[in-house]
């Protein structure tokens, strides 16, 4: 995988022998952007991209449509907007789909989600929301405890599965679209541990026609998506196409997959401030995090079978940074914890709280709070979009499989299997450029500096 070539980690070089896409297919057409789950953050990212075409709203906190790239040395001032770089859809190409068990159309499910604000960015578009009503979801409460829906699907898990690729079928060929893409923007399902159904698709089918409990909602989603060709990205943490069975099947097909977990309020925090701690070789004795939020997110994650899922997210970010086995010193003894409360008067406004002990010259200790108000949907919304943007690109470009470069976007990103996952948001985001970059033939940018002054 490319990945492994185009890391900005110090310890991997960059390599200039990777084969490049033979070619880029074009962005032509319509692009389906079909999304399980229609809740607060689904309806946010459809109606901010609807405000941003009819000149209502920006799309801030979207690297595909306001960062720009740089190309050649800094003197060159080679620095275009990354959508004018690469060949992506443009926002008046998405067309959307989604599925749900609660059977609100996007006007309706908006104003429940209490996001937007209905008189500003809401009633101006009713008509559009409006239009797009969820098709029958594959759900079960026994995967999501805290929710019940009367639009869903029956029969087995297969029949579902199969119901799903014909919804995909029939979307694209009702809205014209020449291409698709699927994000998972539904709710945390149970904890659950790879095991023997997992492992092929042979023993993945087999499962699903056994409506065997070890396969999930998301993972009939994932399969149907890999085998209609549509890209897929999970944006919850539970486990979803991160299997060999469904890795192994969108390697054999081509098809693009990533994930895990949009990184949106806590996480993104510590992304940020961990890489400078180590940065600086400072020292951490712990990190207390705590989050109080009263979405539909926060009430399934009230159910601890839901949060367990979640708690493994949020909790992979630090140890992955800091690396104790290798700086015993500095983080060898750091505690971590991390709870989420459910308080329904919050709504969708997230706050975080995080207590941070860390230690310096000759171990006297410092504290750091950090109190972060969020908006938890606002923060994943440009997430969707830029995934699917991405997406789409990749799998123009032929590049199938396991997408790390996308890391970036996500608390638990995925990676070949053996290859563990890298944290910092920081390199994080020079993988994606030099991967844009190295798909466009440009140069890969090092920040080493040393030909400024020869």
């Not at 759900?139 to 119901?163: C, H, I, M, R, W």
């Not at 993972?219 to 990205?233: D, N």
């Not at 690396?323 to 008067?345: A, C, S, T, W």
Request: with cysteine.
């Amino acid at each position: 995988m490319l990945a492994d070539h185009l890391s900005a980690d110090n310890n991997e070089p960059i390599e200039d022998n990777v084969n490049k896409p033979e070619e880029i297919k074009p962005a032509t057409g319509k692009l389906g952007v079909l999304l399980p789950g229609f809740g607060a953050v689904a309806t946010t990212f459809v109606a901010g991209v609807e405000g941003a075409r009819q000149g209502l709203a920006k799309p801030i906190g979207s690297l595909t449509q306001m960062n720009t790239i740089r190309l050649g040395k800094r003197t060159d001032d080679k620095t275009p907007l990354i959508k004018d770089f690469v060949p992506l859809a443009g926002l008046e190409d998405l067309v959307f789909g989604t599925w749900d068990p609660i059977p609100d159309n996007g006007y309706e499910s908006a104003v429940n989600a209490g996001v937007l604000r209905k008189e500003d960015h809401l009633d101006p578009i009713k008509d559009f929301l409006s239009a797009i009503k969820p098709m029958k979801a594959a759900f079960s409460p026994d995967y999501v405890k805290k929710l019940e829906g009367t639009n869903v699907k029956t029969g087995t898990k297969k029949e579902q599965a199969e119901e799903l690729r014909a919804d995909i079928r029939r979307f694209m060929e009702e809205n014209g679209c020449d291409r698709a893409v699927m994000v998972w923007c539904a709710s945390t399902e149970v904890f659950l541990r790879p095991g023997a159904a997992h492992e092929t698709i042979e023993t993945f089918e087999a499962a699903m026609e056994a409506d065997d409990p070890a396969i999930a909602p998301s993972m009939l989603y994932a399969y149907a998506a890999i085998m209609e060709g549509v890209p897929y990205a999970n944006g919850a943490p539970n486990l979803s196409a991160d299997i060999p069975a469904l890795e192994d099947l969108a390697k054999e097909k081509g098809v693009p997959i990533g994930g895990k977990d949009f990184k949106t309020g806590q996480t993104l925090m510590k992304t940020i401030l961990a890489p400078g701690f180590k940065t600086r070789m400072l020292g951490l004795s712990g990190w207390f995090s705590t989050n109080i939020l009263g979405n539909r997110d926060g009430e399934v994650l009230d159910d601890p079978e839901s949060f367990k899922t979640k708690e493994e997210s949020k909790l992979g970010a630090l140890e992955h940074i800091l690396q104790p086995e290798k700086y015993p010193d500095l983080y060898g003894e750091m505690y971590h914890k991390v709870r989420i409360n459910y308080y329904p008067p919050r709504g969708d406004n997230k706050e975080g709280w995080d207590n941070i002990d860390i230690f310096g010259w000759m171990g006297y200790h410092m504290q750091i709070k950090v109190d972060f108000l969020c908006r938890d949907s606002i923060l994943a919304a440009p997430i969707v979009l830029d995934l699917a943007l991405f997406l789409d690109l990749a799998g123009r470009s032929g590049m199938g499989g396991i997408q790390e470069w996308l890391s970036f976007y996500f608390k638990a990103p995925q990676t070949a299997p053996g290859l563990y996952p890298e944290h910092d948001i920081f390199i994080q985001h020079w993988k994606l450029k030099n991967t844009l970059r190295w798909m466009m033939g440009e140069e890969m940018v090092t920040h080493l500096g040393v030909e400024y002054y020869d």
